[in-house]
């Protein structure tokens, strides 16, 4: 014998019904211009991935975040291009560094991190990096660059040529052409 259904119990069975409906068809009949997850495009782009992020954490505690506008993935070279890329690496005493550029690259072999254009590095404890590249390297955990650098903490001011910051010790190193503007307070 049939039930009787009650107008509310098919309303909420037909709503969830037409919800369903509409999940299924926005995951299956993607705006192809800019909203698809994942796309793969071209013969030499292996995958192409817009809204980009992804977090790793090594064996040593370090934390890197990678987000980008764009993630190009090219197998046969064994590396991922980004543009309007931002990484941040937490390092496992808590000091924090976030660099962003233009364009940027990792290379998924070695873990290595390069940024270029208008880079900006900023730490937590308030220095600021401004320079055309910067290239981070895993296997030793150094930040470094050969170009023209400007150091701006409270109070200093720095520019040189060439640059290693040492993650594991925290430490700073300007290679040449040194100048300096100390304020006092």
């Known amino acids: 014998m049939l039930k009787k259904i009650s107008a509310r119990k098919l309303f909420i069975a ?15 009949v993607v705006d192809k211009e800019d909203h698809g997850v994942l796309k793969v495009i071209s013969e030499r782009v292996d995958l192409q ?25 090219f197998r046969e070279d064994d590396i991922t291009r980004f543009e309007n890329v931002a990484v941040k690496l ?13 364009r940027g690259s990792l290379h998924t072999d070695t873990g290595n991190i390069d940024i270029c254009g208008n880079v900006v590095a900023v730490s937590n404890s308030k220095e600021r990096f401004e320079t055309d590249a910067l290239h981070y390297s895993h296997n030793d955990g150094r930040i470094h660059t050969e170009d023209v650098v400007n150091m701006i903490r409270p109070g200093t001011a720095v520019k040189g040529t060439g640059m290693t910051i040492s993650l ?16 006092k307070e």
């Not at 037409?18 to 926005?26: I, K, T, V």
């Not at 980009?52 to 506008?69: I, Q």
């Not at 937490?90 to 233009?102: A, K, P, Q, R, W």
């Not at 700073?172 to 040194?178: A, F, W, Y």
């Open 90 to 102: 937490v390092l496992s005493n808590g000091g924090i560094y976030t660099m962003t550029g233009e």
């Open 168 to 183: 594991k010790d925290r430490k700073i190193t300007l290679l040449s052409g040194v100048s300096a503007i100390i304020q």
């Open 14 to 28: 037909g709503f969830v019904l037409l919800a369903g409906a509409f999940l299924l068809y926005a995951i299956c």
């Open 49 to 73: 991935i817009k809204d980009f992020h992804y977090t790793e954490v090594d064996k040593s505690g370090l934390v890197w975040e990678v987000n980008a506008d764009t993630a190009r993935y």
